[in-house]
T-cell receptor, first 114, second 113 residues
Framework: KQEVTQIPAALSVPEGENLVLNCSFT??????LQWFRQDPGKGLTSLLL?????REQTSGRLNASLDKSSGRSTLYIAASQPGDSATYLC?????????????FGKGTKLTVNP | DVKVTQSSRYLVKRTGEKVFLECVQD?????MFWYRQDPGLGLRLIYF???????EKGDIPEGYSVSREKKERFSLILESASTNQTSMYLC????????????FGSGTRLTVV
């Protein structure tokens, strides 16, 4: 059974700090991993999608890495800003009976203080 | 820009009412999903569909049903709404094999009173 864990559950940092969010998964037989951002009361916005053949993906100040063998992914945020305050979720697809669904971690709530 | 559109941002319904939540995607995706999100419990899959008229139960299907008559539309139905179905409901879609990842809608906050 695939389980996804995100540590820490909450993180508060001063503006300008570089930070790392962690995601671990129990079944390493994944073919991609996706990071999402969720603002309060809103839907999920996709940030980065890493295919299993890749080790990292970058978008602006965000960099996500994937280590399948150890069952880990990290999301690195450089020079954090108050606008980065949100909940960050990671998710991996799981095949079930020939169909596929996404398994989520419970997220890391990030607060960036001005 | 590709989109998943949920028909309502906020809904307030009475206990016992039949409730329809609509989701439309414009990406020609085969897969569509309904999740609910509750504090401390994270996102939980209710139902999903990988083709028109096909549906599969997720982790918490009790009290819900779905309909997919057209590829672009996936409806979640609460046959008789109850207060424990007060939640944030999120719709998503993806291609087969999810090579492009999942796209989510903006969510529907449902309150059952």
């Amino acid at each position: 059974k695939q389980e996804v864990t995100q540590i820490p559950a909450a993180l508060s940092v001063p503006e300008g700090e570089n930070l790392v969010l962690n995601c671990s998964f129990t079944d390493s037989a994944i073919y991609n991993l996706q990071w999402f951002r969720q603002d309060p009361g809103k839907g999920l916005t996709s940030l980065l999608l890493i295919q299993s053949s890749q080790r990292e993906q970058t978008s602006g100040r965000l960099n996500a890495s994937l280590d399948k063998s150890s069952g880990r992914s990290t999301l690195y945020i450089a020079a954090s800003q108050p606008g980065d305050s949100a909940t960050y979720l990671c998710a991996v697809p799981k095949t079930q009976g020939g169909s596929e669904k996404l398994v989520f971690g419970k997220g890391t709530k990030l607060t960036v203080n001005p | 820009d590709v989109k998943v559109t949920q028909s309502s941002r906020y809904l307030v319904k009475r206990t016992g009412e039949k409730v329809f939540l609509e989701c439309v995607q414009d990406m020609d995706h085969e897969n569509m999903f309904w999740y609910r999100q509750d504090p401390g419990l994270g996102l939980r899959l209710i139902y999903f569909s990988y083709d028109v008229k096909m549906k599969e139960k997720g982790d918490i299907p009790e009290g819900y049903s779905v309909s997919r008559e057209k590829k672009e539309r996936f409806s979640l139905i609460l046959e008789s709404a109850s207060t424990n179905q007060t939640s944030m409901y999120l719709c998503a879609s993806s291609t087969m094999g999810t090579a492009d990842g999942y796209t989510f809608g903006s969510g529907t906050r449902l309150t059952v009173v």
